[in-house]
């Protein structure tokens, strides 16, 4: 009985490893954001600013006024630091991630009716919208009212926000294991979701240097897709991918690659370049390992 | 009242081929009854035996429907499934510890 036991369960183990490989289906995602990353710098070099007669300059696209705070939802996916449209920029990584996001969904549905197994896509879709409402609402909405009152955007201000961020996380932990209906416990619990929201809006502000938030939502929905493929390539790829991203967001890698920048597209490509091939190199790779699994 | 693990082993879910069945379906949102038979090697009579035994214990969710012209029966596994699978898992793991530490074995 106790022999049969472990022979069922190698079975058993078996057929979950091949349902697994059967549902994979991340090598297009993949493929599909590198390559709209890739497609960007043309945008940046077509959507330079132009000072309207008014003289406003659209740096941070469309102001939103929610009970009378007025903060700017597309920020994250557009820096001063660059000559361009903010609302162009804005609008492109908000389409990037939104047709993405669809095409995504559409092709796992499809997938589904020609493989016989369809993967559980609310998981992805909960991680790439999440982190879609968080970039375009709270971060931009919290960091803009908070930024200066945490000392602007300087070295100790970050590490300020960090500090923030990490008490908020060890108090939320904390208090969130505990079942007693103690009243401290609740307001604890509060104060350290409050904490962990204003350190986390802080953080991706400081951290979206360049105006590459878009990559950060992307990010998010990798993740989430790693997680609900249950893939360790799928997670290689997404922590690869958070590296590039930071490193785009936070380095000038126009200094290694181009020497003297001559023009917001050659910037802008130079950024970009590394987390688009990380996709779409992870996303080949993704699609070569399916192929020689179902031989 | 035994605590020998045999004694954790559901009769509707221990059959090998139902234990497939929730094991694939566990992993997905949902399965085609197609892919199961193949999977599994099972005539199409007997996946359906299988798969109505589950359904009556509350453990699947079946949906019928259409593909193009094409009929297709889509099968998804509910909480009390996930909660059952999980028991025979658990108790086919104790059986399985239990081979491997000669001393317990010794004892009963």
Redesign the interface.
């Known amino acids: 009985m106790d022999t049969e036991a472990a022979v069922l369960l190698d079975d058993l183990g078996r057929l979950r490893n091949r349902t697994r490989q059967d549902s994979h289906g991340y090598w297009l995602p993949l493929l599909l954001f590198g390559v709209l990353i890739l497609v960007a710098p043309v945008l940046y070099g077509a959507a330079g600013i132009t000072v309207p007669t008014n003289g406003n300059i659209d740096v941070y696209g469309p102001e939103l006024h929610i009970g009378g705070l007025g903060f700017y939802p597309l920020s994250l996916f557009t820096s001063f630091q660059l000559d361009v449209s903010g609302l162009a920029v804005g609008l492109y990584w908000l389409g990037v991630v939104v047709v993405g996001m669809l095409v995504t969904l559409a092709w796992y549905r499809w997938r589904a009716l020609r493989v016989g197994v369809q993967p559980r896509t609310g998981t992805y879709l909960l991680y790439a919208l999440g982190g879609l409402l968080v970039c375009v609402l709270p971060v931009p909405l919290v960091a803009g009212l908070l930024i200066d009152a945490l000392g602007g955007s300087d070295k100790a201000s970050a590490l300020l926000s960090v500090a923030v961020l990490v008490v908020g996380i060890v108090l939320t932990a904390l208090c969130a294991r505990g079942r007693s209906r103690n009243v401290m416990r609740w307001i604890g619990l509060v104060v350290g979701i409050v904490l962990v929201l204003i350190g986390t809006s802080d953080v991706t502000f400081l951290a979206n240097t360049h105006g590459y938030g878009g990559l950060f939502v992307i990010a998010i929905g990798i993740v989430g897709l790693a997680w609900m493929e249950r893939s360790r390539l799928c997670g290689v790829v997404a922590v690869l991918f958070v590296a590039a991203a930071l490193l785009a967001d936070l380095y000038d890698m126009e200094n290694v690659l181009s020497g003297y920048p001559v023009s917001t597209q050659t910037i802008t490509f130079d950024n970009l370049v590394l987390p688009a091939a990380v996709l779409i190199v992870g996303g080949i790779v993704a699609l070569t390992a399916g192929r020689r699994s179902r031989q | 009242m035994s605590d020998h693990p ?1 004694a954790d082993l559901d009769d509707v879910v221990h059959q ?1 081929h139902r ?2 069945i929730l ?2 379906a566990a ?6 009854f ?3 038979r ?3 090697s099972l005539t199409a009579g007997n996946l359906s035996r299988h798969i109505s035994v589950l359904e009556e214990a509350g453990l699947l969710d079946v949906h019928k429907g259409y ?1 193009g012209k094409r009929p ?1 029966t889509w099968v998804q596994i509910n909480d009390s499934g996930k909660a059952a699978l999980a028991k025979e ?1 658990a108790a ?2 104790a ?2 510890t ?2 491997d530490s000669p001393d317990q074995t010794a004892v009963d």
């Not at chain 2, 992993?27 to 085609?32: G, H, L, N, S």
Request: proline share 0%; charged share 35%.
């Open positions: 045999t090998r234990l497939g094991t694939i992993e997905t949102k949902r399965v085609e197609g892919y199961l193949e999977a599994l593909d297709r898992m086919l793991r059986l399985v239990r081979q």
